[in-house]
């Protein structure tokens, strides 16, 4: 077991920079997500641990060792990629000793690690079929136990989860909490996917354009995201954006939306310059009252059991998303009021960096 050191590490493909300088310390046993769009170089950075991308400028240390020159097998990880990468023509309890015959571990040993993995992911009694013979979520258990049987200093995930279905993708996620809190092996998990980097991690590390956005757990990124771009990132809806102006009373920021309505907000005023920002408001801190002291209408009304989602229109145009109970009686059209809990509000500069409750 060990952690990992990034330092300033980048990579380019022809004349573009990737990877951009990064720095990351990953404590031994810690689960950092790497969560970023498609094309923001998580898998790069990953394959770069891993080893099968080379490091143009930087240094990684897997533990005290520095490994960005090694072989990817002298490296002591093991990746789990999206596509299971099996070999069709073996069984899968060859699968699972290829690699380790390949290294000369002995036969008696591999069939223990064997034994062991397979009943951890509950793959015993598949060891005799050919990957062909097996669904997407046994495919990706085995290779999943390819990866256990090695018994790595480090798990790298590349997207293992994007080609299960929603309910086998749930289902494997938690399995890969719970394998993490048997084994307290340190993994590094790549996806764009916010709702498994959440569920998931210890911490994330949010990427975009090869550099690190922010790193946080997931209730910090959540609560206080350092940019505009974590804060659409992550949330479900996605956060509510709208113009504001701001103004100064006791020290904190007043704002004004395009409708007129007025927000005390938490956020200290320090650190902000007065006029045009943008406030961000989740919906479940935007909710349908009959005292609501906003006026709205509702346009699209989104019932998902637990909650309902209210797509609204504030007087001067401008859109937001607001929550009610899941059994609502607003419809679409209605004309409704909205209480809005200004003091959960986030502020974003001319930047785009985020300013939050100050407590
Ligand atoms: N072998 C390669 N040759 C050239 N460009 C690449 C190569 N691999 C990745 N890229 C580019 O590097 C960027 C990051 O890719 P990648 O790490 O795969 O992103 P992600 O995994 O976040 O979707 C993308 O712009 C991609 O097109
Ligand atoms: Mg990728």
């Known amino acids: 077991m060990a952690g990992v050191t990034l330092r300033d590490v980048s990579k380019r493909f022809g004349g573009v920079e990737v990877i951009r300088g990064l720095s990351l310390d990953i404590a031994e046993r810690e689960f950092v997500v790497f969560l970023g769009p498609s094309g923001c170089g998580k898998s790069t950075l990953l394959r770069m641990i891993a ?17 960005d020159a090694l072989p ?29 015959k390949n290294i000369g571990t002995p036969g008696n040993e591999i069939a ?22 097996l669904s997407g979520g046994q495919r990706q258990r085995v290779a999943i136990a390819r990866a256990i049987v090695k018994q790595p200093q480090l798990f790298l995930f590349d997207e293992p989860l994007s080609n299960l279905d929603a309910a086998l993708r749930v289902r494997t996620r938690l399995e890969l909490a719970q394998l993490h809190q048997r084994l307290g092996t340190t993994m590094i998990f790549v996806t764009h996917d916010q709702v498994e980097a959440m569920t998931l991690a210890d911490r994330i590390v949010v990427l975009n354009e090869g550099r690190i956005e922010q790193v946080g757990t997931p209730m910090d990124i959540y609560l206080r ?10 949330g479900s809806p996605t956060i509510n954006l709208l113009p504001v102006t ?3 009373e006791d020290g904190r920021a007043i ?28 919906a479940e801190h935007v909710r349908i009252r009959t005292d609501g002291a906003v006026a709205a209408n509702a346009r699209v009304v989104e019932r998902l059991g637990e909650r309902t989602l209210v797509h609204a229109q504030l007087a001067d145009g401008s859109a937001l998303v607001a929550e009610d109970a899941g059994i609502s009686a607003v419809r679409a059209g209605d004309a409704i009021r909205l209480s809005i809990d200004g003091s959960a509000a986030h ?9 939050h409750t100050s407590l």
Do not use: C, W
């Open 51 to 67: 080893g099968l991308e080379s490091v143009d400028e930087g240094a990684i240390h897997i533990g005290e060792r520095r490994i």
């Open 72 to 100: 990817p097998g002298d490296r002591g990880v093991a990746m789990v990629f999206q596509h299971y990468a099996l070999y069709p023509h073996m069984s899968v309890r060859d699968n699972l000793a290829f690699g380790l």
């Open 112 to 133: 223990a690690r064997i034994d062991t993995a397979a009943q951890s992911l509950e793959i015993g009694h598949l060891l005799d079929r050919k990957p062909g013979q």
């Open 225 to 234: 995201p350092a940019s505009r771009f974590v804060a659409t990132f992550v």
């Open 246 to 248: 701001l103004a100064e």
């Open 255 to 282: 704002a004004t939306l395009g409708d007129g309505t007025t927000l005390r907000t938490a956020v200290a005023m320090a650190g902000m310059a007065a006029g045009d920002a943008q406030i961000g408001l989740r």
């Open 347 to 355: 502020l974003f500069d001319a930047d785009g960096r985020g300013h």
